[in-house]
């Protein structure tokens, strides 16, 4: 299960606080995993923000969920990162890492490289989104197919459930 979002889009925080309770109920049954669309509508803020979660995943997946949790909630990362036990050093490193590595600042200033010189890029997984047809956030991909789901826990529950050959 992969769930496209931009970590400030309002559908996608909906969609977000809908997956926690399936992954907390299937984390030992699915793969899911939050990823990120091309591109940010919601300013300099959101690409900081899924950069910040990109790492906070890449550190420990419970304690990222606990950090989705609290942040779908409050949109507070620094009080979310504590509550939810992340290593903030650990986080800032990668942060820096991954700004390198994927040239994000760098794609952020330069306008001219924008989405209709509108939305910034957000490259991260710029490949997936390609590969899927990513358009816009959230998107739901399961077992490599683009699925529609409410924006409920029950919702999400069901459709990853039947994706499953023997329904956990």
Known sequence: VELFVMSNCPYGLQMEKAII??????????????KFVSYAMHGKEEVDE???????????????????NCY???????????????????????????DKQFEITTKYNDQTSWLSGRYPIYPIHA?????YSVQGSPTLIINGVQVEASRT?????????SAFSNTP
């Open 153 to 161: 826990p029950d919702g999400l529950k069901a459709v990853i459930c």
């Open 127 to 131: 490949d997936l989104n390609n590969k």
């Open 50 to 68: 899924n950069t910040r979660q990109y790492c906070a995943q890449q550190q420990d997946k419970d304690k990222y969920f606990s950090y989705l």
């Open 21 to 34: 309770p399936a992954y907390d109920l299937l984390k030992n049954k699915a793969d899911i995993d939050i």
């Open 72 to 98: 779908t909630t409050t949109e507070d990362s620094a009080s979310c990162m504590k509550q939810s036990g992340l290593n903030e050093s650990k986080i800032n490193t990668c942060i820096d890492k991954t």
